[in-house]
């Protein structure tokens, strides 16, 4: 095999995001762009002669052409052994799964996850380590470092690999495996759930459902497992056929994006149980007839009775939440007298508490929920977990939520974001938030008193590694609190996240309407912030 060392100029914008270097198609496909970051990667590990690569992505507008130029790359590199979903697919949680069983070196995944996809739009490309899990900081920032210096890259010349057949081929020393992106996943999932309840639960019409896969990864995963393993019937699962472009919409699990189960499941003839999926299969949306749970209150909820679970009938080590998320786990883990975790967003900060055992289940108010079975959070396993309470409590979800509420009481929770905003004024807003740091502790906005006022910054117990500046937090004497903070998923400007959340313990309050619940807080984020007043904006673009 001949191997071409290729002569490059560095990018200065390689930086990795929340979850990888995400970046518009086109970008990709500047000169050299791809194969600098992936060279700069694999020039950051200590090693990759004679390692296994796994390799897969959500099937995005150019993940084939990406997975064609990261295997004749990796054959350069020295790797012996690529193992790769057919088709280029593994959806994130797959693909941390696959890492972990053949325990391989590493793995790539493709994906710019919720972000729309297409000739136009986002692609992306993420370095998973051999526990299954993102590359912690340490890393991104060293692929970012050798990005910025680096002058050439290699690559082997050998035809394109086909990708659509299951098997194993050896190419000079290099060994590439195709696999089912599927069965390995699914069989996981069954070492979890109990799927005998299940099928009795849905063959008896007890839990109907609908699931939306957003033409996104999940398709093939909810039809082997919900369908075929299950026994669910053929139309539960929608929008269930991967699209390069996501048929033109955001595969984002929400009420705004996922509207066509948003409006079945608030519509006359819904079924007991409602759930979408995003892009690369790692988020998830849950709602009932009538309700949806709030990702913070999914956690939450999963938290308290995860006893029900086969997987989890042990109890828990502890539980771990990202800083914005509310903290609705943070009062079952006190109840039960359960360790709990604030990281900053972004799954990497979970895998270090769940290597080390501290954790079993974690989560992010970003429709992201996971636990110790894999190193990245995982839709259809929050999907399954939901469904498996729901037939053990044979309540419907309503039920389970208002019960819980009554328990704990109800932690109000929104999320309003800015899309697009001028990145100098996104880094104004930012600058003027900080500026009033130090001022606000002790001051009194109408019923809210101010307890703290911080950059939140973490010191990870594990290592002792510490991530500053992850976010700007106000908390109120009552536990209200209010959080802002910049996207680093976003591909165009910048995107201001405002998280608010206020705590409500009396239960004849509990069904009130978040915006209308918060809409003190609401005005105090934007005299705090003046997003409205510096980009003239009057409403936030998505509203979670
Ligand atoms: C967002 C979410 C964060 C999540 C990240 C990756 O990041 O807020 O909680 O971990 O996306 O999820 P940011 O920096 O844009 O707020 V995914 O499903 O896009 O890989
Ligand atoms: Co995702």
């Not at 350069?76 to 979903?85: C, D, H, Q, R």
Request: with cysteine; proline share 5%.
């Amino acid at each position: 095999m001949q191997i071409n060392t290729i002569t490059t100029q560095p990018y200065s914008d390689q930086n990795p995001g929340t979850s990888g270097l995400r970046k518009k198609v086109r970008v990709f496909q500047e000169k050299g762009y791809l194969e600098n970051f992936v060279q700069s990667i694999f020039d950051s590990l200590d090693e990759t002669a004679g390692k296994t690569l796994v390799l897969g992505g959500d099937g995005r507008y150019f993940n084939r052409q990406a997975i064609q130029t990261i295997i004749k790359m990796a054959a350069a590199n020295g790797f012996s052994e690529l193992i790769i979903g057919q088709g280029g697919l593994l959806s994130t949680p797959a693909a941390s799964h696959i890492i972990r069983k053949c325990e391989a070196y590493g793995g790539l995944i493709l994906s710019a996850s919720h972000n729309p996809g297409g000739p136009d739009d986002d692609f992306g490309i993420k370095y998973n380590v051999g526990n299954g899990g993102p590359a912690p900081e340490k890393y991104t920032n060293a692929f970012y470092q050798r990005s910025l210096t680096i002058d050439s890259y290699r690559i082997a010349e050998m035809g394109d690999v086909d990708l659509d057949t299951i098997g194993s081929t050896q190419i000079d020393r290099l060994k590439i495996t195709i696999i089912d992106p599927v069965s390995d996943y699914a069989e996981l999932m069954q070492s979890i759930f109990d799927f005998n309840l299940l099928k009795q639960s849905i063959g008896s019409g007890y839990i109907t459902l609908r699931f939306d896969a957003m033409h996104a990864i999940t398709g093939p995963y909810a039809k082997r497992i919900l369908v075929d393993m299950l026994g669910a019937p053929e139309e539960s699962v929608i929008n269930a056929t991967p699209l390069e472009d996501f048929g033109g919409h955001h595969p984002d699990p929400n009420l705004a994006h996922a509207h066509e189960l948003a409006e079945l499941m608030f519509g006359p003839h819904a079924p007991i149980f409602g759930a979408a999926s995003d892009g690369d299969g790692d988020r998830n949306m849950i709602t009932g007839s009538q309700i949806f749970v709030t990702p913070s209150d999914s956690l939450a909820i999963m938290a308290a009775n995860a006893r029900l679970i086969p997987a989890y009938a042990k109890g828990l080590s502890g539980v771990a939440r990202s800083m914005p998320t509310s903290q609705a786990v943070d009062r079952v883990a006190a109840a039960y007298k359960l360790p709990c975790f604030e990281t900053p967003t972004g799954w990497k900060f979970f895998g270090n508490l769940l290597d080390a055992g501290k954790i079993t289940l974690c989560g992010e108010e970003s429709f992201g929920t996971g636990s110790d079975h894999v190193r990245e959070k995982d839709g259809l396993w929050a999907v399954l977990f939901w469904l498996n309470l729901i037939a053990r409590k044979r309540q419907p979800v309503a039920d389970i939520v208002h019960e819980h509420w009554q328990k704990f009481g109800r932690d109000i929770y929104s999320r309003h974001d800015y899309e697009a905003v001028e990145t100098e004024i996104a880094n104004g807003i930012v600058e003027h938030l900080r500026n009033q740091l130090p001022t606000l502790p002790g001051q009194t906005f109408g019923e809210f008193t101010v307890k703290f006022a911080d950059e939140f910054s973490y010191a990870d117990p594990v290592d002792d590694s510490v991530s500053k500046n992850q976010g700007i937090r106000v908390g109120f004497t009552d536990g209200s609190r209010i959080v802002f903070r910049l996207s680093g998923t976003g591909t165009v400007g910048a995107t201001l996240r405002i998280y608010l959340e206020k705590f409500e313990a009396d239960p004849a309050k509990h069904d009130q309407d978040a915006q209308e619940a918060l809409a003190e807080l609401i005005k105090l984020a934007e005299q705090f912030c003046e997003v409205k007043k510096r980009t003239g904006r009057t409403a936030p673009n998505v509203i979670t």
